[in-house]
């Protein structure tokens, strides 16, 4: 919807010539558009695994599988069930890199400190667009004559706004590269041996249980397995919860990437710019706006989106045929 309404803004600017309270309304509308979102804006903390609980549970099930290991009248049995010892140091040691990731994930993965950058970013487009720049005071040097001849004040606003957008997005992408990289150093294989471990024990106690179930221990293996077995599955969601957090983050990298790729683009396409018209230079700024805009919808847990070189390809498509004019 929103590609819509500017592509449809985009057009009328192509035809008219933008007055000042006309242009106000176009960019207006991705401000409104932006700004409306924040009605429903709740951010929630991805969940990640509940080491706090699993040790104790942990170290209880080792204790109950060391007291029924002599109960076992098959020695092959014992010795199975002998080496099935529980990860509980391992899930004690993750506990410390468990707060660590939490305090990360908190402080690095609220999207509103972005989404506030971005926004003013608009807000100062929306007040003084780049085509309104003039120089203050005429160059005393030549060589500041020669910049002011060849590089006009439109152009160092387009400049500077792009790498002020591009530095918001560059700090986004590197906390989720941040978070990534914590978790699979200090989370992802750790948790994934304690989730094997685990559910090693749980189908060696089932095996154990069905072994006892003649014996007066039959209720305590049950018991045990049981146990077992809830713990196992509890991980192993926890463990997926973390994966999929893991991709997800991947994805808005990638997104991110892309993003500052387009922004690059229109940066390189404006160096062989001589001379633009307002609404060219407009056109700079509403791709600008449309690329925070995707990135903002992306940190909202929007993927789904038209991907951001739709919003470069129609900025190019629509500079083509101002040129063909």
């Known amino acids: 919807m929103l590609i819509q309404i500017t592509l449809f803004l985009t057009m009328s600017l192509s035809f008219f010539k933008p007055s000042g309270l006309f242009r106000e309304f176009a960019f207006q509308s991705l401000l409104d558009l932006f700004q409306s979102s924040d009605d429903l804006y709740d951010y929630t903390r991805p969940p990640i695994p509940r080491i706090h609980v699993w040790a104790p549970a942990l170290d209880g099930l080792q204790i109950n599988i060391t007291r029924l290991i002599p109960e076992l009248a098959n020695p092959g049995s014992q010795k199975l069930l002998q080496m099935s010892e529980m990860p509980v140091k391992d899930a004690y040691a993750l506990q410390e890199s468990n707060v660590r990731l939490r305090s990360s994930i908190s402080k690095d993965l609220d999207p509103a400190p972005t989404r506030s950058k971005i ?31 060849f590089f006009p004040p439109w152009y160092d606003q387009l400049v500077l706004r792009a790498e002020d957008l591009s530095k918001t997005l560059r700090e986004a992408h590197a906390s989720r590269e941040g978070i990534s990289l ?12 304690i989730t094997n471990q685990v559910c090693r024990a749980s189908e060696l106690l089932q095996h154990s249980s069905y072994e006892a179930r003649r014996s007066s221990s039959s209720d305590s293996f049950l018991q045990a397995f049981a146990s077992a077995h809830l713990l196992c599955q509890e991980i192993r969601s926890d463990n997926q919860s973390l994966r999929d957090l893991l991709d997800k983050l991947r994805a808005e990298m990638e997104l ?17 710019a001589n001379t633009l018209s307002d609404i060219e230079i407009d056109a700079y700024e509403r791709t600008y706006a449309l690329l925070g805009r995707k990135v903002a919808e992306m940190l909202d847990g929007n993927l789904d989106s038209p991907q951001v070189s ?3 390809s129609s900025f190019i498509h629509e500079m083509e045929t101002k040129t063909a004019r």
Do not use: C
Not at 136 to 148: A, N, V
């Open 119 to 149: 926004l003013g970013l608009f807000q100062v487009m929306e007040r003084k667009p780049a085509s309104h720049y003039v120089y203050d005071e005429r160059p005393i040097t030549i060589s500041g004559m020669i910049y002011h001849f």
């Open 256 to 272: 991110i990437e892309e993003a500052l790729n387009q922004i690059q683009e229109t940066l390189q396409n404006l160096q062989w």
């Open 310 to 312: 739709h919003v470069y």
């Open 182 to 193: 914590q978790i699979q150093n200090d989370h992802k294989k750790k948790l994934d041996s």
